[in-house]
C-alpha cells in the first residue's frame, strides 16, 4: 500500500528549498478543498511574498517628488563635510576631481553600483529631468517607478485570475489580533501588493494589539512610514525599538533615514553605537564605509573597507570599492590584485573586465589589455556598457598613438551611446589634432566651458592651459 506525503508537508518542504512556486501551486490545491486552512493559507502567503522580497536595509534611490519637494533642509549652505548633497572636495590624501571621475551631484563614481549611487541628486527641475533613467523606461527616476513598479504588479503575474488576498474586503482588526498570522500578512501587503497604507493600519493595530510591547512591529511602523516620506516619525520608530531590542537591522533602517535627511555624521555615530553593541558587525562597517566614500573622504572610507575584508574576505562590495580606489591613486598593479580576487571567486561580468583590461594598461601589461577588453565586449548587456568599453579602447589607442583606431573607437561609443560626453571630447581633441577647428564648435562656447571647469577645479592644470590658449587665440583677434 503507498503511502502519500501530506500536502501541506511538501509544500513546506518546497518553500525551504526556495522551489516557491510550486510551493505555491500545493497551497491553491489546499485552498481549494478547504478554504479556511490557515497554515496553508499562511504558507502561500510567505511563499509569494518571498518572490518579491527585496532587502529594504539598503538605501535606495530619491525620485524628482522627494528631491524637489523637500522640506527637511535646515540650512541652504551646509558646513563643509556635514551633507551628502553637497560633498566637498577630497578630504585627507584622496585623489583629486582631475583624477578620480564624478557624477553630476559632485559625488565620486564608487567602486560598486548600488541603489543610492545610480543617479546623482539634481538641483533645479530641468536637471532632474534630464537625469539619467534607471527603470528601463522613458520617465525620469520618481518614487514609483523602478522596484516599486514590479512590485505593484507582482500579484498580476503570480495570479492571472485575479489576486489571493482582496484587501478592500479584509478585516485588519480581525487579523492584528492573530501574532502568527499577521506578520505573514504585513508582509503580503507591504512587499507582493505594495499597499503602505493598509500596511500601516495593520501595523499600528497590531502594535496596539501588543501593547506597545513588540519591537517588531515597531520596525515595521517605521518601514511604513520611511516610505510614505513621514522621516521624523520613522526616526521615532526605530528608536523606541531599538530601546526594546538591539538589532542590526533596526541600526540600518534608522541610519537610512538620517541619511534621507542629509545628516550623514549622525549616521555614522549611529553606526559606530551599533558596533559598540555588535563588534566587527560587517553591514555596520559597510555602512560606515559608504557614508564616508559618497562624502568623499576616500582614505577613512578604505580604511573601512579594510575592516569589512578582516572580518569577511569574499566581500564583493569592498574589494570592488578598494581595488577602485587604488586604481584612482595610481596603483594599478595593487588594483589588479583585487579584481583577479574578484575573477576567482566567480564574478564575471563586462564591468569586471573592463576595469581589469584598464588596470592591465596602466600597469604596462599590454598582452592582457586587449584579450580583456574582448572578454568584455563579449559579455555586455546594455548598450551603455558597450559606449564605455568601446571608449576605453580608445583611451588605450590614443596611449599606444594608433590615432585612427581611437577615432574610431570613440565613433562606436558615440554609436552605442549618444550622450556620451568623454567620447565627444576625445573626438574634439583629436579633430583639433587634425587641424579640422570647422568641426568642433566656436572659441567662446569653449571659453565659457572652460571658466566652468576653472570654477569647479581650480587647480585643474589641462583647463590652464586651454584658457591660457584662448586667450592668446582672442588677443590675436
Known amino acids: 500500500m503507498e503511502v502519500s506525503m501530506d500536502p501541506l508537508f511538501v509544500a513546506w518542504s518546497y518553500f525551504r528549498r526556495r522551489k516557491l512556486q510550486q510551493c505555491s501551486d500545493i497551497c491553491s490545491k489546499i485552498l481549494q478543498d478547504s478554504p479556511y486552512d490557515q497554515a496553508a493559507w499562511s504558507l502561500k502567503t510567505r511563499a509569494l511574498t518571498e518572490m518579491v522580497y527585496i532587502d529594504e536595509i539598503e538605501m ?35 585623489p583629486s576631481p582631475a583624477v578620480r571621475p564624478m557624477t553630476q551631484s559632485g559625488r565620486p563614481i564608487t567602486g560598486f553600483v548600488r541603489p543610492s549611487t545610480q543617479s546623482g541628486r539634481p538641483g533645479t527641475m530641468e536637471q532632474a529631468i534630464k537625469t539619467p533613467r534607471t527603470a528601463s523606461t522613458a520617465r525620469p527616476i520618481t518614487s ?12 498580476m503575474l503570480t495570479n492571472p485570475e485575479g489576486p489571493f488576498i482582496n484587501l478592500s474586503r479584509l478585516n485588519l482588526a480581525k487579523y492584528s489580533t492573530k501574532p502568527a498570522m499577521s506578520r505573514t500578512l504585513f508582509e503580503y501587503i507591504f512587499h507582493h501588493e505594495n499597499d503602505v497604507r493598509n500596511a500601516l493600519q495593520l501595523a499600528a493595530q497590531a502594535t496596539e494589539h501588543a501593547q506597545f510591547k513588540d519591537w517588531w512591529w515597531k520596525v515595521q511602523l517605521g518601514k511604513c512610514y520611511y516610505r510614505l516620506g513621514l522621516y521624523r516619525e520613522a526616526e521615532k520608530q526605530f528608536r523606541s525599538a531599538l530601546n526594546q531590542l538591539e538589532v542590526v537591522d533596526t541600526y540600518c533602517y534608522l541610519a537610512k533615514v538620517y ?4 545628516q550623514p555624521i549622525i549616521a555614522l555615530n549611529l553606526f559606530k553605537q551599533g558596533l559598540d553593541h555588535f563588534p566587527g558587525e560587517v553591514i555596520l562597517l559597510t555602512g560606515i564605509a559608504r557614508i564616508h566614500e559618497e562624502m568623499n573622504n576616500m582614505v577613512s572610507a578604505t580604511e573601512y573597507y579594510k575592516e569589512v575584508l578582516k572580518q569577511d574576505n569574499t566581500h564583493v562590495e569592498a574589494i570592488a570599492c578598494i581595488g577602485s580606489n587604488h586604481f584612482y591613486t595610481d596603483q594599478p598593479e595593487i588594483a589588479l590584485r583585487f579584481y583577479r580576487r574578484l575573477l576567482q571567486m566567480g564574478v564575471y561580468n563586462c564591468q569586471l573586465y573592463n576595469n581589469l583590461g584598464l588596470c592591465c594598461f596602466y600597469a604596462q601589461q599590454y598582452d592582457m589589455t586587449l584579450s580583456s ?34 577615432y574610431q573607437c570613440f565613433k562606436l561609443a558615440l554609436a552605442f551611446n549618444n550622450d556620451h560626453a568623454e567620447a565627444y571630447n576625445n573626438l574634439a581633441v583629436l579633430e583639433l589634432r587634425k587641424g579640422r577647428v570647422e568641426q568642433m564648435g566656436d572659441l567662446q562656447s569653449s571659453y565659457i566651458a572652460a571658466l566652468k571647469s576653472e570654477d569647479a577645479f581650480p587647480e585643474h592644470a589641462n583647463t590652464q592651459q586651454l584658457l591660457k590658449q584662448l586667450r592668446e587665440h582672442f588677443a590675436m583677434l
Open 60 to 94: 535606495d534611490q530619491e525620485g524628482i517628488a522627494e528631491m524637489m519637494l523637500d522640506e527637511s533642509a535646515i540650512a541652504q549652505v551646509a558646513r563643509p563635510g556635514t551633507s551628502l548633497r553637497l560633498p566637498g572636495t577630497s578630504q585627507g590624501a584622496g
Open 373 to 406: 577588453f574582448e572578454r568584455a565586449l563579449a559579455l555586455v548587456s546594455s548598450d551603455d556598457e558597450q559606449a564605455d568599453v568601446w571608449y576605453n579602447i580608445g583611451h588605450v589607442a590614443v596611449g599606444i598613438g594608433e590615432v585612427t583606431l581611437a
Open 144 to 155: 514609483a517607478s523602478g522596484r516599486f513598479v514590479r512590485l505593484g504588479t507582482a500579484s
Open 259 to 262: 541619511q534621507r535627511l542629509d
